[in-house]
């Protein structure tokens, strides 16, 4: 019989809560709850029936009965907990930015290996059926058709193509937008630097998960401009990226000025816009020549944090990492933590080597 997975979460807060219910519409109730306030977390076990809340939430990290620990606590103190979870030999899905740095991720990757069990980022571009099934789709595109003997995890780009939806050739463009619109308080989270604020690992992390999901390759160029808050943490930024294969992405973010969540995957044979890409299910592909306009759709917004961990279990469960997209979340970092690096923003206490 199938071992049911025990699954853990450190933090109280907005997605701590999300993971919960998501547990919950998997059948599942959540295990155990730590935070660092203690009223916190039994409030919390009370309102999911959480079978187990630590007096000291560093007793997660040790529990036998633990399996998984979701953390979603800020990112500036991922790899402090990290490092503790997976010295114990428990699996660890991580809350983005999964790390503030490459050297951190660089770190975790090595325990998790050294110990046997699974590190990755709970990044939602990676696991939403949408994103899966547009990859799939470009895929096709490459060859302008799609296997005749598709199996049923294939059925529905089958019957996309089906409906008329074009194979979209070689990814040209990429271009990403995401502005929030953030009170301008230097103490809250999204500008102090002493909780790793900024819109590059808060916002910007998304945009350039998508661009690396649709290029072949990890871009290699890189140019940024950027603008700084009073405190330190960039604010706003223009991102300019390049691979091998001369796809380009460019990406506009702000935490200080509002925009759309679009992305616009441009093709040789059309495009692809996606809005509100965090947790998308829906894209408009628009044909090139004749500016025919096909909807698809594919899962449901409200499931994107079940979609992380269902991912999660299978990879634990199989030993099969490849929907956790584990490469380009480090691909991902080192793009981060290079622009970093450029732009003279090194967080208070943070090691870049």
């Known amino acids: 019989m199938e071992k049911n997975l025990n699954w853990a979460v450190l933090g109280t807060g907005v997605i701590a809560n999300e993971m919960a219910q998501a547990l919950k519409a998997m059948g599942k109730t959540l295990y155990a709850v730590g935070n660092r306030t203690h009223e916190k977390a039994v409030t919390f076990a009370e309102k999911y029936q959480v079978a187990k809340v630590y007096d000291d939430f560093h007793e997660m990290f040790t529990d036998p009965d633990v399996d998984v620990i ?3 606590t800020p990112h500036n103190t991922h790899i402090g907990f990290v490092r503790e979870a997976l010295k114990n030999k428990k699996h660890v899905l991580c809350e983005k930015s999964i790390t503030l740095n490459s050297l951190e991720l660089e770190e975790a990757l090595a325990l998790a290996k050294e110990n046997d069990v699974i590190f990755a980022e709970a990044m939602t571009i990676w696991h939403m059926p949408l994103y899966k099934k547009l ?11 799609y296997a005749s003997n598709a199996n049923e995890e294939h059925e529905e780009i089958a019957d996309w193509l089906a409906d008329g939806v074009p ?11 995401f502005g929030s619109y953030k009170e301008y308080n230097m103490k809250n989270r999204f500008f102090n630097m002493d909780l790793a604020g900024g819109a590059l690992l808060d916002i910007g992390v998304y945009a350039l998960s998508i661009a690396r999901s649709f290029m072949e390759s990890k871009p290699d160029q890189v140019l940024s401009q950027v603008k700084f808050a009073p405190t330190g943490a960039d604010e706003q930024a223009g991102i300019l990226l390049m691979n091998k294969e001369a796809q380009m992405a460019t990406l506009a973010l702000s935490l200080h000025s509002k ?19 965090p947790r998308a299910d829906q894209a408009v592909i628009v044909e090139a020549e004749s500016g025919v306009h096909h909807t698809v759709n594919a899962g449901e917004a409200k499931k994107a944090l079940q979609y992380e961990m269902e991912d999660m ?14 490469s380009d979340t480090k691909d991902v970092m080192d793009i981060m933590t290079d622009l970093r690096k450029k732009w003279n923003m090194k967080y ?3 090691r870049w080597e």
Do not use: F
């Open 259 to 277: 925009q759309p969540k679009r992305a616009v995957i441009s093709c040789e044979n059309g495009y692809i816009e996606i809005m509100e890409y």
């Open 135 to 145: 990859w799939e789709l470009i895929d096709a595109g490459k060859t302008g058709t």
């Open 70 to 72: 979701y953390i979603t």
């Open 313 to 326: 279990e299978q990879a634990i469960k199989t030993g099969d990492v490849h929907k956790l997209k584990i």
């Open 348 to 350: 208070p206490g943070e």
């Open 167 to 177: 194979a979209l050739g070689k990814v040209q463009m990429i271009q990403l937008n």
